[in-house]
């Protein structure tokens, strides 16, 4: 069964939340990507346009700031308490590869090294866990 993906936007560059397309731009956005399409989406009403090899969603009728967008399929918490945030693609891409091999071979505990130097342990298809390289000093 494939993932479902949805599309995202960041509307702040230098916070962590992450907000979703509307059902029915993210369903165009992911046509476009799949068809290969490089001329902008207009989305929201038409009043951004997405370009999806930049992964930027910009106003068309004022400037204002470019946002970035993503392709989301998996998501972690940055804190307990936290929002729940998109992996970067290139992350979601490896995450569902390992998931897929999981469950064809049926053989779990996998622990998946990521670059940041966190990793996930995929203990069966219902417990995936995410372990943060701790930068504290709790000696």
């Given at each position: 069964e494939d993932v479902l993906i949805?599309?995202?936007?960041?509307p702040k560059a230098d916070a962590e939340v992450w907000k979703?397309?509307?059902?029915?731009?993210?369903?165009l956005i992911e046509a476009a990507h799949q068809s290969g399409e490089s001329s902008p989406i207009p989305v929201c009403?038409?009043?951004?346009d997405v370009y999806i090899r930049e992964r930027l969603k910009k106003s068309v009728y004022w400037s204002g700031q470019e946002m970035e967008i993503?392709?989301?399929s998996w998501f972690h918490k940055l804190s307990p308490e936290g929002r729940w945030?998109?992996?970067e693609e290139s992350v979601a891409a490896k995450l569902e590869s390992e998931f897929k091999s999981a469950q064809r071979s049926g053989s779990w505990q996998r622990k998946i090294a990521l670059e940041s130097g966190d990793w996930i342990?995929?203990?069966s298809?219902?417990?995936i866990m995410h372990f943060?390289?701790?930068s504290a000093n709790h000696g």
């Open positions: 949805h599309w995202f936007f960041k979703p397309f509307g059902v029915d731009d993210s369903f009403g038409t009043r951004y993503r392709r989301c945030v998109p992996y342990m995929m203990h298809p219902e417990v943060p390289t701790s």
